[in-house]
């Protein structure tokens, strides 16, 4: 049965067909590159100074004590009750280190410890920590939460989907965390240099234009006209402008453009050109919200829709936010100042000061701090303005059951975005099939022969194997390599690994560096007993990062193959020391134990699979030959 959740479009965004041009030189222009914060500072060292305080100028950092902002005095183990995990961080002198350790009584079953490369976020809500690995980033299981000075899993992590020391941070993620690192081409998390905090040209573009014309002695005196070489943002018309804060400041379900990747929008364009960012609405969807949606939440204001004029409010963003200036380092009454530049007589001198003295302002009040839906532990300033609204509301009071999906940036978000967005919500954050049924509703607007894309990743999430592989999905080229990996994987959940190789192959041309991609090839070289071959991926795998412990497994099954029990028990060591729980590699070291005489180990081992997997196929084979034994 098909779901009634439809799409509802934003009354919020500019048109949806707007020329691809711009009269900041900038924009568009493609030989324009980026330069690097350091670049702007000979010219604007005030500026600099200034940003370089701000929560975004503070985004980014090497994880040193400096960066730090988490508490290491007599804290407490996190504990991973569904995983039975804990966790410890600490420095061995400037050095961040995260030990994940196992008990057993009193006894210390596991111990891993990592390293930590660099600490994200700016300290007024949390510090979480990255580690690298040979340029692979990726997200480590523990986040400080400094509004209430408690370590904690971080969001996501909890409820048994904690993937320890392997959650990719893709160019998505880093893109509004940071400034442009450059990603290796091929790859969806190795990096070649990772800046340290979002600098000048994510809200200004890419400066080279702008500081090779200030060197050539063409200079644009801006009290008299307007420097066009570099986005202005302030002189941006109001769509434009909230585009380059809705960037990254409205959090949702991105569907890129066609073409279009999360480096291709540029301050001085439409946001949705290049995106349309959806939001799950709820029955009571003021009552919550999520962390990053400012924009959003400033659109539901009266003093927002009260001062458009046409489709140029004269509250904006900057209205009140200087992006130059840390909101910390402002006077008590600096927005009680901004406030009454509109709302001039509304409370009496007296009361003025008494907040004064107390620091509270008319956010206290008519913006409280509260909790959001996605990230725990924090409390942000709800940019929804409104009256009688001093408590504010908890992450989760009063919020009522998921009802649509709505694109805030997009009036006009066509049926593909749409179907995408469905699709995307239902993979990330929900298991509600409902959601794939709406996304057919906008996917069968089109045949299969127009896009073939599209029905790929549907039927791919519905599970539906054979339809993905059908004829005339694949019959032409696809191009990326998603596509040819679903397609892949769903030849392999056929047991065709001939066909599904093919496509891991595709797959592998276009992202050489992503290693689950290349770990899937490997395993189908496996199935294919094509060991030389297998081995070589596996070999490749370890030399980009050798933390990969699927990869020190695959290696072990060839050498049992090839009876060298030695070379088998090293790797199954190295991979169980990395992942105690990887089950291909307890079933691997049992059948290893049991080959070699040490039956009462291999009974403890396949107990154990058990007691985590009771229906674990291959460890039922295992308990079922071993009570044969007896």
């Known amino acids: 049965m098909i779901a009634l959740i439809v799409i509802i479009q934003s009354c919020h965004s500019s048109e949806n067909q707007q020329a691809i041009s711009s009269e900041w030189r900038n924009v568009y222009d ?3 590159h980026y330069v690097g914060m350091q670049s702007c500072k000979s010219c604007h060292a005030d500026k600099y100074e200034t940003f370089s305080h701000t929560g975004m100028g503070k985004s980014f950092g090497d994880a040193t004590p400096q960066k730090s902002l988490a508490n290491f005095h007599n804290n407490k183990p ?18 961040l280190y995260i030990k994940e350790y196992r008990l057993s009584g009193k006894d210390t079953t596991h111990v891993y410890i990592q390293d930590i490369s660099y600490i994200i976020g700016s300290g007024h809500h949390t510090n979480s920590h990255l580690l690298s690995e040979n340029g692979y980033l990726y997200q480590s299981p523990l986040t400080y939460y400094i509004q209430k000075g408690q370590w904690d899993l971080p969001p996501g992590f909890e409820n048994g989907y904690n993937s320890r020391f392997r959650r990719i941070l893709d160019f998505e993620c880093i893109s509004c965390h940071n400034a442009y690192p450059d990603l290796v081409k091929g790859s969806v998390n190795k990096y070649t240099s990772m800046p340290t905090g979002i600098d000048c040209e994510r809200c200004h573009g890419p400066g080279s234009l702008h500081i090779a014309e200030k060197q050539s002695g063409l200079v644009v005196d801006t009290k008299l006209g307007v420097d066009y070489s570099i986005v202005n943002p302030k002189k941006l018309p109001y769509d434009l402008q909230i585009d380059v804060c809705q960037r990254c400041h409205l959090q949702g379900d991105a569907v890129l453009k066609e073409g279009k990747n999360f480096y291709s929008f540029r301050p001085g364009m439409h946001l949705n050109n290049v995106m349309s960012i959806f939001l799950p609405v709820y029955e009571n969807q003021e009552k919550g919200f999520l962390m990053a949606s400012h924009a959003e939440r400033l659109h539901k204001s009266n003093c927002f829709l009260k001062t458009m004029e046409g489709d140029k409010p004269s509250l904006t963003c900057i209205s009140c936010h200087n992006p130059h200036v840390s909101v910390q380092s ?67 009071e009063g919020m009522g059951k998921f009802k649509s999906l709505t694109s805030v940036n997009n009036p006009n978000p066509d049926d593909r975005d749409k179907t995408l967005a469905f699709i995307y919500y239902y993979e990330k954050f929900s298991s509600n099939k409902a959601l794939l049924d709406s996304a057919y509703l906008y996917l069968q607007k089109f045949k299969p022969s127009e896009k073939p894309d599209l029905y790929i990743l549907y039927y791919y999430s519905r599970g539906e194997w054979a339809k993905v592989t059908t004829a005339d999905l694949i019959k032409k080229p696809l191009r990326t390599a998603l596509l040819n990996y679903r397609v892949g994987q769903s030849y392999y959940n056929q047991n065709n690994y001939a066909k599904a190789e093919q496509f891991f192959v595709l797959a592998t041309d276009i992202e050489p560096y992503n290693l689950d991609y290349q770990l899937k090839l490997a395993q189908t070289y496996i199935n294919l007993k094509s060991m030389a071959q297998a081995q070589g991926k596996y070999q490749f795998i370890l030399k980009e990062n050798s933390k990969i412990y699927e990869a020190y497994n695959g290696l072990a099954l060839i050498a049992l193959s090839q009876n060298n029990l030695v070379l088998a028990y090293q790797n199954l060591s190295k991979c169980l020391k990395l992942n105690p729980d990887y089950e291909p590699a307890l079933i691997n070291m049992a ?8 039956t009462d180990k291999a009974k403890v081992r396949v107990t154990k699979i058990l007691k985590k997997n009771p229906t674990s196929v291959q460890a039922l084979q295992l308990q079922q030959y071993l009570n044969q034994l007896n």
């Open 330 to 396: 402002l006077k008590a009454d600096y927005f009680i100042e901004k406030c009454q530049t509109c709302h001039i007589n509304t409370h009496k001198p007296a009361e003025l000061s008494t907040w004064k003295i107390k620091g509270d302002n008319c956010i206290t009040c008519h913006m409280p701090k509260t909790g959001s839906i996605d990230i725990p532990h924090v409390r942000i300033t709800d940019h929804y303005i409104r009256k009688n609204n001093k408590k504010g509301v908890s992450s989760a």
């Open 591 to 598: 059948k290893y134990e049991l080959g070699n005489g040490y």
């Open 30 to 32: 493609t030989n324009v």
């Open 78 to 95: 996190v504990y991973d009750a569904t995983l039975d995990y804990y966790y410890f961080p600490y420095f061995v002198g400037d050095k």
